[in-house]
């Protein structure tokens, strides 16, 4: 089965118009807009795109549209549905899992390696990001939550300082970030973000490589009662 979320409210093209983007054709700006909508929730898994409708609201012609959205299409964030055109795409429970497993792996290395090449400066600002996201567990803003975590993400993977490394990981993020947000929104997964953020912390600031892997590894990966709850916790399913 596949899992759809439910859907975001339109958004005016006002609100949605591509930023400028230095070099950048139309229909790559058009990419990187319709990509964070997608990413942001703004846009849902299964929700259908119509390429007159985008076309009216970023107030272009049809062939950029079609160019973001073939370029969309082939990293896996829309796909092309029978009798149903061009939608976001929905990822299977099976696939979703293996892909978190995957994203476990990959955070893993990237916390390894960020343990053995991260400079001062940059174990600094990961403890920097950390006291935020304390505040914003305090404050009980799960959306100012979910914002600074992917601050202390990024930087984690910018201190691994292994570029193919750190792209793939952001590649694998963004792909499964619908429903990852979701698991932010979980009973005590805020706090337990806190603790598990601790150690990979610690670990990287004792450059224990090995506990760094080990502790970046068991933060993103849904295992026993953890994988039952977001499974559980997931919007109704829907198709094959």
Same mark, same amino acid.
């Given at each position: 089965m596949s899992i759809?979320?439910?859907?975001?409210?339109?958004?005016?093209?006002?609100?949605?118009?591509? $930023?400028?983007?230095?070099?950048?054709?139309?229909?790559?700006?058009?990419?990187?807009?319709?990509?964070?909508?997608?990413?942001?929730?703004?846009?849902?898994?299964?929700? $259908?795109?119509?390429?007159?409708?985008?076309?009216?609201?970023?107030?272009?012609s049809r062939t950029p549209v079609r160019e973001a959205v073939k370029a969309l299409v082939a990293t896996g964030l829309l796909e092309v549905r029978p009798r149903q055109g061009v939608t976001v795409a929905t990822i299977s429970i099976p696939?979703?899992?293996?892909?978190?497993?995957?994203?476990?792996?990959?955070?893993?290395?990237?916390?390894?390696l960020a343990a053995r090449r991260a400079t001062i400066a940059e174990r600094r600002a990961l403890r920097e990001i950390h006291e935020r996201l304390i505040q914003s567990l305090s404050n009980n803003d799960p959306d100012r939550f979910y914002a600074v975590n992917l601050e202390f993400h990024?930087?984690?993977?910018?201190?691994?300082?292994?570029?193919?490394?750190?792209?793939?990981?952001r590649n694998l993020r963004r792909r499964v970030a619908a429903y990852r947000r979701s698991v932010t929104h979980q009973p005590g997964r805020m706090a337990a973000t806190i603790g598990e953020h601790d150690r990979i912390l610690d670990a990287i600031? $004792?450059?224990?490589?090995?506990?760094?892997?080990?502790?970046?590894?068991?933060?993103?990966?849904?295992?026993?009662?953890?994988?039952?709850?977001?499974?559980?916790?997931?919007?109704?399913?829907?198709?094959?």
């Open positions: 759809m979320t439910g859907h975001a409210p339109a958004l005016a093209a006002e609100d949605v118009r591509p $930023r400028p983007l230095s070099g950048g054709t139309l229909s790559e700006e058009l990419r990187v807009a319709l990509e964070e909508m997608i990413v942001s929730g703004a846009l849902q898994p299964g929700e $259908r795109l119509d390429e007159a409708e985008l076309a009216a609201r970023f107030k272009v696939v979703l899992l293996e892909m978190f497993q995957m994203m476990a792996a990959l955070e893993g290395l990237c916390a390894k990024e930087l984690l993977y910018d201190a691994a300082h292994a570029q193919f490394i750190a792209s793939q990981t600031e $004792r450059a224990d490589a090995e506990a760094a892997f080990k502790a970046a590894l068991d933060h993103v990966n849904l295992l026993g009662d953890d994988m039952a709850d977001f499974i559980a916790g997931l919007p109704q399913a829907v198709g094959d």
